[in-house]
């Protein structure tokens, strides 16, 4: 008798993510819609409470790229650098079902479902999500990327 390891199959990975990813999914999709209305984070709305500090050298992030980090509260994010002094971070966990979305050179892809997302705004332009990855505010100080506190 053979079985497929959970990481193989091609099932709808939903029963394997754990209980805390299912938490900040849903925390993830209610932070969403706030940022949906508020425009995005140029008006300093946040998704979820990723605490203050730095989540990147400016140096481990390429121009044109975006990278897996961790924030100052430890919740998964994605950093994507669009030019030299423009940076934009989202929070990594998936709008569909909660799976952990991983960087693909400039756009980011969620291995569950293959849902893509825009690196550099978090929109959706592929597969079953149906809102963008929620927006983390970020600036860069010094040589560092930091998460932006709003005053
Ligand atoms: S969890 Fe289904 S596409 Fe991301």
């Given amino acids: 008798m053979t079985t497929t390891p959970p990481h193989q199959s091609h099932q709808p990975r939903q029963a394997a993510c754990p209980r805390r990813r299912t938490v900040l999914a849903a925390s993830a999709a209610s932070a969403g819609a706030l940022a949906l209305t508020a425009c995005g984070v140029e008006d300093g709305e946040d998704a979820a409470d990723p605490g203050a500090g730095p989540i990147a050298a400016l140096v481990d992030v390429p121009v044109g790229e975006a990278v897996a980090v961790k924030t100052p509260n430890g919740g998964d994010a994605l950093l994507f650098r669009a030019d030299e002094t423009t940076v934009a971070a989202f929070s990594a966990i998936c709008t569909h079902a909660g799976c952990t979305v991983q960087p693909d050179g400039g756009?980011?892809?969620?291995?569950?479902?293959?849902?893509?997302?825009?690196?550099a705004t978090g929109e959706r332009l592929e597969g079953p999500a149906d809102a963008p990855l929620p927006p983390i505010p970020v600036r860069i100080e010094d040589d560092q990327v930091v998460t932006a506190v709003p005053e």
Avoid: G
Wanted: net charge negative; charged share 25%.
């Fill in 107 to 119: 756009r980011l892809h969620c291995p569950c479902h293959d849902s893509v997302f825009d690196a």
